[in-house]
């Protein structure tokens, strides 16, 4: 069975920093690219963030680059999203995602599998 399971959400204070970690299992961890989505009321699913696991990787969405570091512990199949300086607009359900043919990073579409979420809310 294909699990992802997020933690590390909570609240926080503006320029506050949070980490986020994906636990995967049920897959071959290596064949698949992890990224962060989040979804904040009203507003449609965003990639936050993607790494490939075999390679390493990386894409950034604009609004995060500079502020969120995503990376990958093999053996212990787990990615983490490090959050800092972060905003009110970055509360959200961050969600970790597995997909094995991401060509579109940014495409939430691309991610087949999909953990059950974590909130962060980010105080002014």
């Known amino acids: 069975e294909v699990q992802l399971v997020e933690s590390g959400g909570g609240p926080v204070q503006a320029g506050g920093s949070l980490r986020l970690s994906c636990a995967a299992s049920?897959?071959?961890?290596?064949?698949?690219?992890i990224g962060w989505l989040r979804q904040a009321p009203g507003k449609e699913r965003e990639v936050v963030s993607c790494?490939?696991?075999?390679?390493?990787?990386?894409y950034y969405a604009d609004s995060v680059k500079g502020r969120f570091t995503i990376s990958v512990d093999n053996a212990k199949n787990t990615v983490y999203l490090q959050m800092d300086s972060l905003k009110p607009e970055d509360t959200a359900v961050y969600y970790c995602?597995?997909?094995?043919?991401?060509?579109?990073?940014?495409?939430?579409?691309?991610?087949?599998?999909w953990g059950q979420g974590t909130q962060v809310t980010v105080s002014s």
């Open positions: 995602a597995a997909g094995q043919m991401v060509v579109r990073p940014a495409d939430p579409y691309e991610y087949e599998y």
């Open positions: 790494i490939g696991t075999s390679d390493g990787m990386t």
């Open positions: 049920g897959f071959t961890f290596d064949d698949y690219a």
